[in-house]
DNA sequence: AAGGCGGTCAACCGCCTCGTC
DNA sequence: GGACGAGGCGGTTGACCGCCT
């Protein structure tokens, strides 16, 4: 036998919310506070689970979220701290508090693992040119020209899980880097109009591996 | 015009953690 | 120390929308 489930599910309603339903919850919150979310639906009327109550409070309706596009900053700081802890959306959602954790697992999940996903493809097959390149006569140039490569994408890609060049690698580690400290030095530079792995995936990475192709042939 | 398809994101599900008794 | 309940968390789902053929 499971553990019994967190409301009665006989009654209750699912799926989008209603702008009354919304104004009920909010109306309830600036009342008495969040928390307590068990009572919620009891004192409200709501019919819904206290989870959906707590869940659109704090995804949707919280003050201080911000919605819509993700800057080059956050977008930064995410790939960064989803390197350092892995999938830890609440951990990774402190240090972006006008954002919520499911925003950020959604951003992630339908926009930068894709980005990640390219970078990772190109290395690969850098890799993969340099193995079968073994047997050519111009090994070992075509070698130096692909680690190259390679190693400019490494460097690219530490560049960007720190923060932009703005914080070392090695700091962060030592976490002797913190986002507040990186904030104020951002607020100094000009943003990008583009994000690292929209410059890298467009100009970058398409003109060395012009490059490494033209030799290939040569 | 309409059906297929993929991307996005709000919401749900179920497990985990922590506090209380 | 263990049982129980509430809230937190991450993975997943499904509705919706726009684009493409």
């Not at 006569?137 to 680690?147: A, F, H, M, R, V």
Request: net charge neutral.
């Amino acid at each position: 036998m499971g553990r019994p489930p967190c409301c009665d599910k006989v009654g209750i309603k699912k799926g989008p919310w209603t702008p009354e339903e919304d104004i009920i919850l909010v109306t309830y919150i600036q009342e008495h506070g969040p928390g307590n979310w068990r009572s919620v639906p009891t004192n409200t009327g709501l019919l819904r689970c206290s989870k959906s109550c707590r869940l659109r409070w704090t995804n949707y309706l919280r003050p201080g979220i911000k919605r819509g596009n993700f800057t080059p900053h956050e977008e930064g700081m995410i790939v960064h701290l989803q390197a350092l802890w892995g999938n830890k959306w609440a951990a990774i959602a402190s240090y972006l508090p006008q954002r919520t954790d499911n925003d950020i697992k959604n951003y992630w999940n339908t926009h930068l693992k894709k980005k990640m996903k390219n970078t990772q493809n190109i290395s690969r097959l850098l890799e993969g040119w340099m193995i079968s390149s073994a047997s050519h006569k111009k090994q070992e140039t075509n070698k130096d020209c692909i680690n190259g490569v390679v190693e400019s994408v490494d460097l690219e890609l530490e560049s960007v899980l720190a923060f932009d060049n703005v914080c070392s690698w090695d700091k962060i580690l030592s976490g002797d880097c913190y986002p507040k400290d990186d904030e104020r030095k951002l607020q100094k530079q000009e943003s990008p109009t583009l994000t690292f792995f929209d410059r890298w995936l467009l100009d970058e990475s398409a003109s060395q591996l012009e490059g490494v192709i033209e030799q290939q042939v040569n």
